[in-house]
């Protein structure tokens, strides 16, 4: 049976996330696909993928861009979810997913954002991300759109950083992206090593700079030497 919905995952070094993200998409039947599209992770990630039964697993060159990408088109169904390799996706995502792209009038979504640890201002985070715009929008709360719309825009574009970004800007220009009210729970890794209020704010003045003109290249050096 073709499936109605590939859900891309681009890994790197996820083992400790990857059990747990595994059985929930097991759970959504048939009528939906796993790629895991792996960078070269050294931690057993790729062990995890092949012993799961019903995840395919690739390998494409490092960046997440590329990783993504290559899943795509390997991709058998006529909708794509693009999904971190640390974020769970709700049990309904696929039924959410659907229902959303049925809408001729909606060219793309994704959901709001929750954390595997609670504080009150990843609470207050996590309540922001319902509002859906380029700086409240980002790559782990999960995009989906259709598999044509996904190729007449090229794909994502080949940058090391701030791809989910830029495709998303794209994206906006040609059509109607909506934000769904339920929340991916994602890991609260990065706010743990900078803080909540640093590692936002890093965030926004990143996104801010990139749209404004600074180059991808150069805002991900800044990015890993804060880390």
Not at 162 to 177: A, N, S, T, V
Request: proline share 5%; glycine share 10%.
């Amino acid at each position: 049976m073709k499936p109605l919905l590939s859900i891309v995952v681009p890994v790197l070094n996820e083992a400790r996330y990857l059990p747990q993200l595994l059985a929930r998409l097991r759970g959504f039947g048939e009528h939906v696909e796993t790629l895991v599209v792996d960078g070269g992770s050294s931690d057993g990630s790729q062990t995890l993928v092949r012993a799961d039964g019903r995840a395919i697993l690739l390998a494409s060159a490092r960046g997440r861009a590329r990783q993504m990408n290559a899943g795509a088109a390997e991709a058998r169904a006529p909708l794509l979810f693009f999904l971190h390799g640390d974020t769970l996706p709700p049990p309904e995502a696929p039924e959410l997913i659907i229902r959303a792209l049925t809408d001729p009038g909606v060219l793309a979504g994704s959901f709001r954002l929750a954390f595997d640890r609670d504080s009150a201002l990843l609470r207050f985070y996590a309540w922001c991300t319902s509002a859906n715009n380029l700086l409240t929008t980002y790559g782990d709360q999960g995009l989906f759109l259709r598999r044509g719309d996904f190729e007449e825009l090229g794909g994502f574009p080949d940058l090391p950083f701030l791809e989910d970004i830029e495709f998303q800007r794209r994206l906006r220009r040609h059509g109607r992206m909506i934000k769904l009210d339920s929340a991916v729970r994602t890991s609260a890794r990065r706010f743990e090593r900078h803080g909540v209020l640093g590692q936002q704010l890093r965030n926004v003045a990143i996104v801010g700079a990139y749209l404004v003109g600074a180059p991808a290249a150069r805002l991900k050096k800044l990015y890993t030497d804060a880390r």
